[in-house]
């Protein structure tokens, strides 16, 4: 017997589909295309920063992987490895009945992405969603690279996103978060 595939076309048909899939997908050109799973060093890192940003935002404000972000262009749809949300998000998001922030809501205040190895990581990290969020507007996007053991700092600007590397010791500066306590190697850090 062949199934049918859904023919999704918007974030909306993306959304619908999204309640009954399993895993997570990103509509690209009409296709789901599934995401594989995150490594536990990366999911670690993210819950680590997760800790951290409870004491300068409101822990209802942060999401770790699994959040839909509607997105312009090709896909449709990104799942951050962390979101620091608006404050009016989360009843935003009760209201939807999902955990997705739409093209018709404020774009999240901070996303955050740590790269896995490989040059098709690093290009889809650095290039397309850089680019991706930069467009949503996002205002602040961090790279985590364990790789090159470094964390970039993307701040939205009239000209668009400014860059700022850090690397060991050099405690990490957040125009969004200016009381951020971390250096860029407790950030990377597994232990």
């Not at 309640?19 to 995401?35: P, S």
């Not at 990104?78 to 774009?107: C, F, K, N, W």
């Not at 991706?132 to 993307?154: A, M």
Request: hydrophobic share 40%; no cysteine.
């Amino acid at each position: 017997m062949v199934q049918a595939h859904p023919q999704l076309k918007t974030f909306d048909d993306f959304l619908t589909h999204a309640e009954t899939a399993d895993g997570y997908y990103e509509l690209t050109y009409g296709k789901l295309v599934e995401m594989p799973p995150e490594s536990d060093d990366n999911l670690f890192r993210a819950l680590r920063l997760y800790e951290a940003l409870k004491a300068v935002v409101d822990m209802r404000q942060i999401r770790l992987q699994g959040l839909a972000i509607a997105m312009p262009g090709q896909p449709k749809n990104r799942y951050p490895d962390l979101t620091v949300l608006r404050p009016e998000h989360p009843e935003q998001m009760r209201s939807l009945g999902q955990a997705a922030i739409t093209l018709e809501m404020a774009p999240p205040l901070l996303v955050v992405e740590v790269v896995s190895p490989g040059a098709e990581n690093h290009r889809r990290d650095y290039f397309e969603k850089r680019n991706q969020y930069e467009w949503r507007g996002i205002g602040e996007y961090w790279i985590l690279d364990p790789v090159v053991e470094q964390v970039t700092v993307l701040s939205l600007t009239a000209q668009g996103y400014n860059e700022v590397v850090f690397t060991g010791e050099m405690v990490v500066e957040s125009p969004t978060f200016p009381a951020w306590p971390l250096t860029a190697e407790a950030m990377l850090a597994l232990g």
